[in-house]
């Protein structure tokens, strides 16, 4: 008899876990007196919640020991820009019973589901990482997150323990547009605090290029 895990389960399982690693950080820094800035944690607590979200969305279910139709099962590997999102725009009307709001939505769902898949990676990373205060830096960890995943979901489809799924250029160039327009939102952030002097936030940005003097254009 087999099994399946869903989403929830890298979360049930991850939270914990990084809740008790977290309580031993803070209790060293405490013994050594060293100062804990709380807003920079909190950062990083709600950046681990995201990353095992991505996980449970991208990664999950999971499915062992458990026999399925064969037609269930497809390995669809595009590496053409965007010939599937032009495909089903030309089959608006045709599709779904003809149901045109219906597919519109669809390709918006698939359109704008991967490019604010890793915004936030855009958002936070320049925040916990210095170097990641970098454009460059911030579109090449985008790149690598992106493909780590397709490469994944791939190894799942071949292993036979996903389906339904689909490995596609598209999906790695909106996840890094995404990561861009996050990363934008972090600049524009950092800039409104700089003008109406929000000291709280520019402590915060403060203590990310301290680790990178560049401010993040090159």
Known sequence: MGYSLRSEFIVIIGI????????????????????IKWFRELVKFVFVIYVLMLMSVTLFPIYIGIDHDPNYYR?????????????????????????????????????????ILLLPLGVMSPIIWGKFTRVKMIILEGLIVSIFIELLQLIEIL?????????????????????????????????ISNKYHIKSIMNLFAESTKEHPSDGTD
């Open 159 to 191: 292993s036979g323990i996903a389906f339904m799924r689909a490995v596609d250029i598209d999906d790695l160039i909106l996840n890094v547009l995404g990561v861009i327009i996050g990363y934008l939102i972090y600049k524009l952030t950092f800039y």
């Open 16 to 35: 914990p876990i990084y809740l008790v690693v977290f309580a031993i950080h803070i209790f060293k820094r405490y013994k050594k007196n060293i100062k």
């Open 75 to 115: 390995l669809p590997i595009n590496l053409i820009p965007f010939k599937n999102v032009i495909k089903e725009i030309g089959m608006i009307g045709t599709s779904y019973g003809g149901d045109i709001v219906f597919h519109i939505k669809l390709i918006l769902r698939n359109v704008v589901g991967n490019t």
